[in-house]
């Protein structure tokens, strides 16, 4: 008879297994660190990311279309690596790494074991939110991150019952409000599902007030910003709302759930988290925190990322569900069952990185993936104008260039002057759309304009003696905004009106 084992031998044989699965999730992890950095340099700036570069170099706490903390990274980012793609995008990549492993811990915590959590990982690691996060560097790619951190601690909170866990919770939820408001309908979804299930209790705790004022700390200098903005952020945000409505853009939120916020073979695994989120007295918080936020971005015509990172926490209760199931099969249909599983979520999971990802320079992958994804197209073609702006400055007298100014029609473009004008000693830009608008012209006012991103009729309507010199658009011939809309560049002279006229009349959001 084999001896009783002790409680020693237990934690320590637990310890042993914890550490092979935290090396599997950790491994799946930098496989696609590894995939983002040896792609993430092959083509060029998204025209968010310009933004949020432009924005970098502008210390505040707030700007129009962002919180501050993505800028504040990518600040760190050019002190680090410069004007580097790999280098710029680096702390995207890793925040996809810490989603993936954060995932499979939360399977863990929900009782999962190796299987449970790997499949979690897997289900993760290869859904398009997360594959595209890691290629760009965006608010979203931070966000996603806080949402599953913010689910993770509510699973410990429920399964611990240590209401210190809401200091985490309210340290996760000030540092998301200070990357993408959008969580407010996370924040939404877990003070809904609190009245709705038994941690309702935690209204009365003060380990719940202590976490909220931590969040309000954290979230307070951005909330000043606004106040003193007269919360411009609200207004750009209405502005992009009816933008979205208007094009189309919210349509297909619901159909979109299942086809792109995460890997299609993963949706009986979230879907059976959902089910069992709900019929687990313990957990059901959680089920509630899904709904309620999904049920709001619905009602408010929501796209349909806004709620992608919830799925991470539906995945894991699900692979947790499948795994349980599976134990009571013989052991060839487990293999068999499991075996299906991860061969059709990585057959998903490498055709959503043949659009998402720059898997090459050239050729026929390059085509395909350009053919499919918008956001591919919107980074070609960015060093080619400022190019040619310094070539169109190059031709102007040295009377024009010693009072000249590059005027941009959209942020990309202002961005792309700032960031990469610099190597072709360009003048700093000027613009009004977003954040630019507050930075203004230079003193004295310039006399002789290089304008970008209007048509002739605006160029003539703003400026005086307007020229076409130049087009902006692209060599490989790939069809975006810059190339389809408003491409012509402009000399021009002053403006008709008074520049303090001219700049309060032009404000605008994009």
């Not at 988290?273 to 049920?295: E, K, Q």
């Not at 702006?389 to 473009?413: C, F, K, M, W």
């Not at 692209?474 to 402009?490: C, H, L, M, R, T």
Request: with cysteine; proline share 6%; net charge positive.
């Amino acid at each position: 008879m084999h001896p009783a084992v002790t409680p020693k031998e237990a934690n320590s044989c637990r310890a042993a297994a914890h550490r092979v699965d935290t090396a599997a999730l950790l491994a799946i992890a930098a496989a696609m660190v590894i995939l983002h950095v040896t792609t993430n340099g092959r083509y060029g700036f998204h025209r968010d990311e310009l933004q949020v570069l432009s924005d970098a170099i502008h210390p505040s706490w707030g700007y129009v279309a962002v919180p501050p903390l993505t800028p504040f990274l990518e600040r760190i980012g050019m002190a680090l690596f410069g004007v580097s793609l790999v280098g710029l995008r680096i702390f995207a990549v890793l925040a996809q790494a810490a989603i993936i492993v954060v995932s499979g811990l939360m399977a863990r915590e929900l009782g999962g074991q190796c299987l449970a959590q790997i499949a979690t990982a897997v289900a993760v690691a290869l859904s398009p939110l997360p594959i595209f996060g890691g290629t760009e560097f965006q608010y979203t790619s931070f966000d996603f991150l806080w949402w599953v951190l913010l689910a993770y601690f509510v699973i410990r909170l429920l399964k611990s019952e240590n209401p210190r866990w809401w200091l985490a919770i309210g340290a996760v939820i000030g540092v998301g409000l200070l990357t993408k408001y959008s969580i407010l309908f996370f924040i939404a979804g877990l003070l809904g599902g609190m009245v709705l299930t038994h941690p309702r209790r935690y209204f009365l705790s003060a380990w719940f007030w202590a976490g909220a004022a931590i969040a309000v700390f954290i979230f307070l200098p951005n909330l000043l910003w606004q106040v003193h903005h007269g919360f411009v952020s609200y207004h750009f945000l209405q502005h992009i709302h009816a933008r979205d409505i208007a094009e189309g853009r919210a349509k297909g939120f619901l159909r979109e759930q299942f086809t792109l916020c995460a890997n299609v073979f993963a949706i009986p695994m979230w879907i059976a988290g959902l089910v069992f989120y709900l019929r687990d007295g313990r957990y059901r918080l959680l089920g509630w925190m899904y709904l309620i936020s999904l049920a709001l971005f619905v009602i408010g015509k929501g796209r349909f990322y806004y709620e992608a990172p919830a799925y991470p926490m539906l995945l894991a209760m699900g692979a947790v569900a499948g795994e349980r199931r599976l134990g009571v099969l013989p052991r060839w249909a487990r293999t068999t069952v499991a075996n299906v599983y991860f061969a059709g979520a990585v057959v998903c999971g490498a055709f959503i990185c043949t659009v998402l990802v720059p898997l090459a320079s050239s050729g026929p992958l390059k085509q395909f993936a350009l053919s499919r994804s918008y956001d591919l197209r919107e980074e070609i073609g960015w060093n080619q104008l400022v190019r040619t702006v310094a070539q169109i400055r190059d031709s102007l007298s040295p009377e024009q260039q010693a009072h000249l100014a590059v005027a941009t029609g959209n942020y990309g473009e202002y961005g792309a002057i700032e960031i990469l004008g610099p190597a072709y000693h360009l003048p700093p830009p000027i613009g009004t759309t977003n954040t630019e608008w507050y930075w203004g012209y230079p003193a004295p006012p310039p006399t002789t304009i290089i304008l970008l991103g209007n048509s002739r009729k605006r160029a003539d309507e703003i400026f005086t003696g307007c020229r076409l010199a130049g087009h902006n658009g692209n060599s490989e011939g790939v069809k975006n905004d810059e190339s389809q809309y408003a491409p012509d560049i402009f000399v021009c002279g002053p403006p008709r009106l008074p520049w303090p006229v001219l700049w309060k009349k032009y404000q605008s959001f994009g």
